[in-house]
Each structure stands twice: as C-alpha cells, then as structure tokens.
C-alpha cells in the first residue's frame, strides 16, 4: 500500500529541496526561473498602453504613485495568503486580520476617557505597533490550532474566525471609526522615502525577502513539497504540521502589519476595515499563478497579480466606469483566470 508509491515521491522532493541550495551553478539556478511567472508582463504594459490611451493622466507620477500606494496593503495580504496556499491550506480570515489587529492594539493603548472611542489604557502608546502584529500571530497561530489539532476543514475554520472577527471588531468599536491613531501608526502609512511610500518600500522588500525564502532555502522550498503531497513530504522526513502552523502564523503577522499601514495611510480605522478584501485577494492570487491545490506558484507572481488588479481599477476609475462594476470584473478575472488554469495545465480543480 505504501511501498511503490511513497518512496519515489519522498526522493522527488529531497531532489527539490536540495537543487536550489548550495553548490548549484548558475545554469542551474536559472533553470528555476519558469517563464509562466513572467505571463502577467505583457499584460501590465497593455493596460498601461490603454491607461495612457484612456486619460494621459494615468502615466503621471501621482497617479501611478496613488496605485502602488493602494497596492501596498492589499499586496501583504496576498503575500500572507501567497504562502498559504502553496503549503496547501487557506485563510479566509486575513481580511477580518487587516482590520479587526489595529483595533485590539489601539483599544488597550488609548485612553478610557476618549471622545469617540473608549480604550483601556492599560499599554503604553509605543507598544501599538507590537501589540498590533502580536494580536495577528496569536489569530493565525489559532487558526492553525483549529486546522491542525482539531483537524477542521480550513476553509470552514477561517471562514467562521472571518465573521467572528468582524463580529469582535464591530462589537469593540460599537461600529464607529477610530480617528486617535498612534504617531507611530501615522508615519508608517503616510511617510515618504526616496520620492516613493515608505509602505510600498517596506513591500517590495518583504516580497523580495518571501521570494528569496521560496527560491532558495530549505524551508522555502518545503512548502511546495507540503502543499504538493504531504504524505510524501512527511516520508521525506519534513516536519508538516509544524512548517504549515508557522505558515499560518506568519500570514497573520503580515495581515496585521497590513493593517499598520491601512490604517496609517488613512488615519483611521474604520468599522468595516477590511470587508470584502479576500475576494481581491484570492483574484490577485489566482490570477498571479498561485495554485488552488497547493504546491504551486511564486511570490512574484503574486506581485503581477495585486499590480494587474490595482491598475485594471485605475484604468476603470480614469474611463468613468462606475464603481459598482469592480467586484464583478474581480470575479470574471478569478474565472477567466482558472479556466485558462485548467485548460493550460490540463488538471481537474476541485
């Protein structure tokens, strides 16, 4: 039963694990490099080519400046869920994360006394970015709990802790906006660095950081063992349950630092911070070439992704298409995106 089957699969992914470390040549390490990561290029140019046709405004650098700017807290939410869905699982959750972090963080630091909003005061103000990414550890290290040692569907599992977050956040912030946001929360969100968003620096450096992990360290490249079969990752000797737990825990840190900047950029966070931004999310990365299945895609990838999204909107906004047309032009990309999938890659999806 397990004797013609495990074996092979266990080498395969030893082969895997070891091919990008070190020794490789760089003949070798190119070989890594799949030209399909690079599809959603030509497609960026175009729809600048059309943005430029639509309006001569979109090619100006406050507009394009205002799309990277909008891409920044969108794109950790995709690189949370990026990771996610390699190693084979999936957090629905991350868009409750984004809003309801911010408001644990702030509800201890600010003030009892507080006109619009009553915390508890019981932090110090320098400790918000902290408790911030903390409170997004601690929600995907539960969601890991639910999936791993509970054995509950994930998909189910984030689904509830979805609505049950949004349903703490509502009820912490009585549905009101938090308008008194720490200066270190504001300077994050807001501040400049080298002429561009020190938000949209600190994403590129953190893809940059994800992809490297991925591409060449052993644990990187785990994932895609675990998320490709992980009976045979466990055969090779890979400790699963305990990579995908931190997984889990790393998309919630980046969900929560995420909302850092969403909240810094604009100054508050709202009582629906977050709402409906996994559907975003799963386009961008659908889109950007990530598997459903587990086991596939790259970080830069993603990026083309959350970059083709962002500028599809602006294209929109700038040619006056009313705004209520975004989420069905999201979801006909999400299905044009994986009927090419499927047809591309000649595998059945579930």
């Known amino acids: 039963m397990t004797g013609t089957v495990r074996p ?75 990771f996610i869905l390699i190693c084979g699982r999936m957090d629905l959750s991350l868009e409750s994360t ?24 019981v932090m110090p103000a320098w400790t918000a970015i902290p408790l911030c990414l903390l409170a997004g550890v601690a929600i995907g290290a539960f969601n890991g709990f639910l999936m791993l040692k509970l054995r509950v569907n994930g998909f189910i599992a984030t689904l509830g802790m979805l609505m049950m977050l949004r349903g703490l956040h509502i009820g912490i912030t009585e549905g009101k906006s938090i308008i008194d946001v720490p200066a270190s929360f504001s300077y994050l969100g807001k501040a400049a660095w080298l002429g561009a968003p020190a938000a949209v620096w600190i994403c590129l450096a953190l893809f940059a950081v994800g992809g490297a992990a991925l591409a060449w360290t052993r644990h990187g490249r785990s994932l895609y063992a675990i998320g490709g079969n992980p009976e045979a990752a466990r055969a090779a000797g890979i400790r699963v349950d305990r990579i995908t737990w931190i ?17 810094g950029h604009y100054g508050s966070v709202g009582a629906s911070q977050g709402k409906d ?57 999400i299905i044009i995106a994986l009927a090419a999938s499927r047809y591309a890659s000649r595998e059945e999806q579930d």
């Not at 960026?44 to 405004?57: D, E, R």
């Open 8 to 82: 092979p699969a266990a080498e395969d992914i030893e082969s895997a694990l070891k091919g990008p470390l070190a020794g490789d040549s760089p003949l070798n390490r190119l070989k890594l490099i799949r030209w399909s990561d690079f599809s959603l290029v030509p497609v960026i140019l175009v729809l600048m080519v059309i943005g430029f046709i639509v309006s001569p405004v979109f090619l100006s650098s406050e507009n394009l400046i205002n799309v990277v700017q909008q891409s920044s807290e969108l794109s950790l939410l995709v690189l949370a869920q990026a």
């Open 277 to 333: 931004m996994i559907f975003d999310v799963m386009a961008a990365a659908v889109i950007g070439g990530i598997g459903l299945k587990g086991g596939r895609g790259t970080i830069f990838g993603a990026l083309t992704g959350v970059l083709t999204l962002r500028l599809v909107v602006n294209v929109m906004t700038l040619a006056g298409v009313p705004g209520q047309w975004e989420k069905f032009l999201n979801g006909a990309i």
């Open 247 to 263: 997984v889990l825990a790393i998309g919630g840190l980046l969900a929560a630092f995420a909302g850092i900047l969403y909240t």
């Open 98 to 121: 984004i809003g309801i972090a911010p408001v644990i963080a702030l509800w201890l630091v600010l003030p009892a006394g507080g006109d619009r909003f009553a915390g508890l005061g």
